[in-house]
């Protein structure tokens, strides 16, 4: 068993983890609306829809010949103005997938050279990210910036492998409710802010280098932050045991004890739900939670003609209710009840979507969408820490995301393809009927660890102290 951490320094990590995470998530959300007016910049420049322009070869043109191909495919025409969703989704994924692919290395990384030295790794690809941003003047280097940050952006699983370290089974389920509050946060407040940098144009040749600009100065702060604030939380390299022997307490006999010795040996894991088991209701549960996160505008645009106005204010009401959620409701329940009540709340989310007929209904499926948002994930990676010990957290919670992102970036892929095939309503009915199967992974296969029990019971002897 490792040494409790003490409740002052897992205070100042919990808050060293908050802040840099917010700053993260908020210099990661910038680009989100951008999107759509940063690609149609790169397509006017590169392959201009102007049948009297000249012919361009150049990286851009090649990919919407591609993506075009793939229009053509489907009985139901698809109109030009959905190009741009098109290449944006396609970016999504690749960002997606590369994650799959990084994930595990960089947890399997920190659980052998430690999480800070991680965290800062990956910071210094996040700001070679960010900086290729700044100068992408053309849609090749824009794109390299998305495929180093894909392959480096290691920060969210490893704050919560940091949040693990630093906290007991009772105090689980709240810190990793904390971290998905950072989400809710950024999702809510990011957006907006980069949608108003990008009003601002300070260089010609790239119009959101401004939006970049300020993004890349919150990665920098926080990479600053981290390596004067973050200390190293694994305990294998924090927590020393005592040299086996006689035991002296002279000065000079204390000298000659080992400098670093080897930590305690983790203590074995009784595992109540396989890896495995975890790992594939992560994907199965992205791959279509994301399919109808990604499928949203285009359904808004059909039924209600939103404009990129209105998709902000919605998926702002949307980050506003997760929030609250999160720290008021998610923080205290077990981890398994969590993802139980998130995944029926997408279920109904998907009934709802396929049948909406006006606004009220949309946005009762948002607030839908805001219970899965502000429970499931959380919830996925308090399970997977309980049945992980604390040499391999990194490792199990890093497979765990890549999983995860594999789901998402398959899921817009395959909901959109069936969309556009078969309607709304089957897409959404085929959805419902994929979530109902991830329900009774929840319900029937998952089960309840017995570190996460006793979180319920300390919480309510806690409860009980408050009211004497």
């Known amino acids: 068993m490792t040494t409790p951490v003490e409740p002052a320094t897992r205070k100042r990590v919990l808050k060293v983890i908050f802040i840099s995470l917010l700053l993260d998530l908020i210099s990661f959300t910038f680009i989100l609306p951008l999107f759509p007016k940063l690609l149609e910049f790169y397509r006017n420049v590169e392959a201009p829809l102007d049948p009297a322009a000249p012919p361009s070869k150049t990286l851009l043109s090649s990919v919407l010949g591609y993506l075009n191909a793939y229009k053509a495919s489907f009985a139901r025409p698809i109109d030009s103005r959905y190009d741009i969703v098109l290449l944006g989704g396609a970016l999504g994924s690749l960002f997606s997938l590369l994650q799959a692919i990084a994930s595990p290395i960089i947890g399997h990384f920190s659980d052998r050279y430690g999480r800070r030295t991680a965290l800062l790794l990956s910071m210094t690809g996040n700001i070679l990210s960010v900086l290729l941003w700044v100068m992408a003047t053309d849609f090749r280097t824009f794109l390299a910036s998305r495929i180093v940050g894909g392959l480096s952006e290691g920060n969210v699983q490893l ?41 601002f144009s300070t260089v010609a040749a790239n119009p959101f280098a401004t939006a970049a600009g300020v993004s890349l100065t919150l990665i920098v702060v926080e990479t600053l932050y981290l390596y004067f604030c973050l200390p190293e939380t694994l305990p294998a390299l924090t927590q020393k045991t005592e040299p086996t022997g006689t035991q002296v307490s002279s000065t000079k006999s204390e000298e000659k004890k080992p400098a670093t010795t080897p930590t305690t040996k983790p203590t074995a894991v009784q595992r109540t739900n396989s890896h495995f088991l975890l790992n594939f209701t992560h994907f199965s549960f992205l791959l279509f939670f994301s399919g109808m996160e ?45 993802v139980r009540i998130g995944v029926i709340a997408c279920l109904l989310a998907f009934i709802m979507l396929g049948r909406i007929t006006s606004v009220l209904g949309l946005y009762g499926a948002a607030a839908l969408l805001a219970t899965t948002s502000a429970t499931v994930v959380t919830g996925l990676n308090a399970l997977s820490s309980f049945e992980s010990h604390e040499g391999e957290r ?46 009774l992974l929840v319900m029937y296969a998952l089960k309840t660890p017995p570190g996460s029990e006793r979180v319920r019971k300390e919480g309510h002897v806690a409860e009980e102290k408050k009211e004497l």
């Open 159 to 199: 704050a919560t492998a940091i949040a693990t370290d630093i906290s007991d089974p009772s105090k689980r389920g709240s810190t990793m409710a904390l971290i998905g509050a950072c989400f809710s946060i950024a999702f809510t407040f990011g957006p907006a802010l980069g949608a108003w940098l990008s009003s």
């Open 294 to 338: 990604f499928s949203l505008p285009f359904m808004t645009y059909d039924l209600f003609a939103y404009d990129s106005a209105k998709n902000g204010r919605l998926l702002g009401f949307v980050g506003l209710i997760a929030s609250l959620l999160q720290g008021g409701v998610t923080r205290r329940l077990p981890p398994l009840l969590s």
């Open 394 to 439: 990194g490792g199990k919670l890093g497979m765990l995301r890549s999983w995860g992102q594999l789901g998402r970036g398959l899921g817009p892929v395959l909901f959109t393809s069936i969309y556009w095939w078969a309607g709304r309503e089957v897409a959404y009915g085929i959805g419902a009927l994929g979530m109902s199967w991830v329900a």
